[in-house]
């Protein structure tokens, strides 16, 4: 098995969230959603979502950014280059570029799905998975007010999520977890994510959090800031998760040895792809860390991706993965994703690759930009 990837489009897509999402450093109404379309030589198609955000406000990536570093410097290193096995092309796409992980990602996991169907084999399978079904997690964006985000969270628990997340900063915090604790009562897992919202000035305004016997607190620290995140973990009962801090398997590394955290969420974006999420989910279990899979909004083509990493066996938390219904009022894929009554995603092994089909229709109708790579590609 070999890629030899001849073409791939770039479209961008708006598609309207059904509400606003606001975390602490800012909110999205719509979203505006990078696709690749992969062909390989041998006719062989597969499909990726770039979750890179309109604003820099997550990581200094944006849907624009990754635009421009797909285009100028990491399309041409995969087209019509024969690449042994995915996972050598983050390699090859990191050799001497710096960051732009969610870039790399996009493409890195497009080739996976391509691969996965040139092997006949579900993505799941294709990384390692030995789930059919995985746990739902819901993430719930800052509310007006403590009552009204306990009014989310029980109708989120009421539709069977196994997992209850909510955004917090200061000013919406406490109070908030307070509210929702109460309204949820004391067996619901629960947890906080504060997007790099505080200080380590902040640890004993943090501590009053103790006491709501979250299952974790994510990423309260800057994400440069690991010592200060160790410091911060002596201080609380909490266990900390970290996000936006690890980008590597080094950075997993560090947070072990440092003590800066004890969960792990994984995005594939943020890291780069699946070979490094790979490599930081098998750091992790061989410390006893456990892993969860983040999201990013995506749309059903991202989700496919998640789906699939989130069965592999150290994935031992509920992700935030959500029904498309929770996001959109019509997914991009069909069938879209749904949860069943135990709150549970089922994986697709029935067929090669993402395993939903791309409802390519639709996405023309979404479709503001596009830009063709390799074959098809307009003569300059
Ligand atoms: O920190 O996990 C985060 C969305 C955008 C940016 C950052 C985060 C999130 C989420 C969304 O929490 C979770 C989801 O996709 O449902
Ligand atoms: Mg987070």
Redesign the pocket.
Known sequence: MTLHLVSITLREIHLPLKEP?R?SSGVVKDRRIALLELTDADGTVGWSECVAGEQPN?SSETIDTAWHAMKEWLLPRVLDAEIAHPDRVFALLDRNIRGHNMAKAAIEMGCWDVAARQAGLPLSKMLGGTRDRVPTGI?IGIQANPQVLAQRARAAYAQGYRKI?VKIEPGSDIDFVRAVRTELGPSVHLMA?A?SAYKLADADHLAQLDEFDLIMLEQPLGREDLVRHAKLQQRLKTPLCL?ESITDVERAEDMIELKSGRIV?IKPGRVGGFAISKGIHDVCERSGIPVWC?????SGIGRAHNVALASLPNFSLPG?L?PSSRYWARDIVSPEWTMDADGMVHVPLGKPGIGVDVDLDRIEDLTVRREVFGVGAPVS
Do not use: H, V
Request: cysteine-free; hydrophobic content about 25%; charged content about 30%.
């Open positions: 999402f975390i997550y993430s997340k994510d997007n996000d969420n983040g999201g990013m909004l995506e935030d959500s």
